[in-house]
């Protein structure tokens, strides 16, 4: 994926006082029509910087032949993405710092909400719902099995799970593929903060990998003692319907009598099916955030 490096400076100087990357994803799309984005956002708070520095992007992106840019993202959906629009909690483990103002020089620059996201906080933690106990049974007698991820042999794992997690991302707002070298790089970045009772995989009686949960502690705030639930796939087959429930439902037991006092489901897109399961769960949302595009 082609980069480029976008800086606006106080010359005669030579401090920087805005910067940001272009990416030119060649296969991400907005509204059927090419699109780039813009990431790295790093900007002072004055108007007349950003404003410098979000048309230069516009501008080169244009020129590249995109339709529309949008923003911040960091290439695509798979590294960081979204503005916080409030700060009212403390940033969790694994959840971008922005400060509030980059949201005004974006819409300032001409940019629109194309996305809103959310991240909810279960403090009551249900778990063995009656409803969520028929679909396990359901799935055992169909000869599924829920297991942790084996540490042992990680990249084994990574391997097989890395055409699940593709094909059911597939149909997210905004999805762009990512190569095998890139999903092993990425995912190796995370061994250290795993601990297999918090990721769980589910597979059907062939031994084949039809579901999938990423939970992490939150060390960020350890005096909180939350977990923060990062991932959640299936297959995307109909007779797969609930198995996300049915694995967070695993997980929650699996923290019973940890001391935890709250679960985070993060970074949910609010048409999203994992808000349903967050809601199922009783999560209430506490963190907000968006995504920006401008028509070029």
């Not at 082609?2 to 910067?19: C, F, M, Q, R």
């Not at 097989?160 to 997210?172: A, G, V």
């Not at 009686?205 to 977990?227: M, R, V």
Request: aromatic share 12%.
């Amino acid at each position: 994926m082609k980069k480029i490096e976008l800086t606006v400076s106080n010359a005669p100087e030579t401090e920087i006082l805005g910067k940001a990357t272009l990416y030119l994803n060649p296969h991400l799309r907005y509204n059927e029509a090419a699109a780039f984005c813009i990431g790295n956002y790093e900007c002072i708070e004055k108007e007349s910087v950003a404003l410098d520095l979000l048309n230069k992007a516009a501008d080169t992106a244009r020129q590249e032949g995109a339709r529309w840019l949008i923003g911040p993202m960091n290439g695509s959906t798979w590294e960081n993405y979204r503005f916080s629009l409030e700060h009212e909690h403390p940033n969790f483990l694994l959840e971008p710092y922005h400060p509030l103002y980059y949201n005004e020089q974006f819409l300032k620059a001409g940019f629109e909400v194309i996305g809103k996201y959310i991240s909810s906080l279960d403090t009551q933690i249900p778990f063995d719902q009656p409803e969520i106990l028929a679909l396990e049974q359901k799935f055992l007698s169909m000869g599924v099995r829920i297991r942790p991820i084996d540490m042992t042999r990680y990249e084994a794992e990574l391997a097989r799970l890395y055409p699940l997690i593709s094909d059911s991302f597939s149909h997210n707002f905004l999805y762009t593929p990512i190569e095998w070298p890139q999903f092993p790089e990425k995912y190796k970045q995370a061994a250290t903060i795993i601990r297999p009772e918090y990721v769980l995989l589910a597979e059907d009686a062939a031994g084949h990998i039809i579901g999938f949960i990423f939970a992490y502690e939150d060390l960020l705030n350890p005096d909180k003692h939350h977990l923060v639930v990062k991932t959640v796939a299936r297959k995307l087959e109909r007779q797969w319907a609930g198995l996300g429930y049915v694995l967070a439902n695993q997980l929650i037991r699996n923290i019973q009598g940890k001391g935890f006092k709250g679960v985070i489901h993060a970074f949910m897109h609010e048409n999203a099916s994992s808000k349903g399961l967050s809601q199922n769960f009783a999560g209430e949302v506490y963190k907000r955030y968006a995504l920006y595009g401008k028509r070029l």
